[in-house]
């Protein structure tokens, strides 16, 4: 059994760490409040634009009409991970990791095989546990996190366009973690790149094509709109991140305090069993010696 001195030691230094994450969990709550209006306000408009948008590429000459929405055989991939800047927060990093991961070894298995893959990080986390995997990471932007307003997030959606525009990939994924509420995140694969086109038969969609008027002109559409779309679904799942980090977060610093609390209440227990013994031990010796003398 510990010695008294050491079991105080422990205690002392539980109960430290206890403030430590306690004080965590009210921080990452606080941020939580105000990064869940946000997303709870943008989801609905975004969510509904992305319809809107995937309907209106499904009626247009993918091949001039829409560049956004060119189907072309996926042999070069750019896979975007959208992370944190930040551990202690349980696995939401790691969710992020293995699923690329998985992407690596089954769904483009034959592009990463013959090094046609790449990697960008948003958040810093999940590039430092990809490079320990030994995958390699073109590019990892933490920098996204200083300014979290649309202008700012929006540029790095403009790169992405650029690139699947330029043809330098032919598919551009997300890999990220969608808020559902404080305690549970959703972690979400998406293709950002081609523009997907709604569940529509070749037909049906040439059928359709009347049916829109294109006000005030195609081209506005594409070179506007179109665009615009694409930064918000962007900036959505920067949002929809950041709000899962602060509520993963908080779930992780509750249950760190909570343990904490029952560690505490076991090593006093101890404490006071040593205590106890040592005091018997105590009475013994001094009975035992009065007895000698006598």
Known sequence: MASLKEIRVRITSVTS???ITSAMKMVSAAR???AQDAIIQM???A??????????SANMDQNDDNPYGQQRNPERVLIVAVS????LCGGFNSAVAKRIMNLLESDYAQQYQAGKVDIITFGKKAGDLLRFRKIAIKEMHPEIYEDLSFEHVATFATVLM???LSNEYDRIDLVYNQFKNAASQVLTHEQFLPVRLKDKSVKANKQKKNDYIFEPSKDFIVNELIPKSLRIQFYKAVLDSNAAEHGARMTAMHKATDNASDMIRELKLHYNKARQ????????EVVGGADALG
């Open 17 to 19: 760490t206890r403030q």
């Open 32 to 34: 939580l409040r105000k």
């Open 43 to 45: 989801r609905p408009y």
């Open 47 to 56: 969510n509904k634009l992305h319809d809107i948008l995937s309907d209106l």
């Open 84 to 87: 944190s800047n930040r551990g």
């Open 162 to 164: 650029e690139k699947f």
């Open 277 to 284: 013994a040592a005091i018997t031990n105590e009475i013994l």
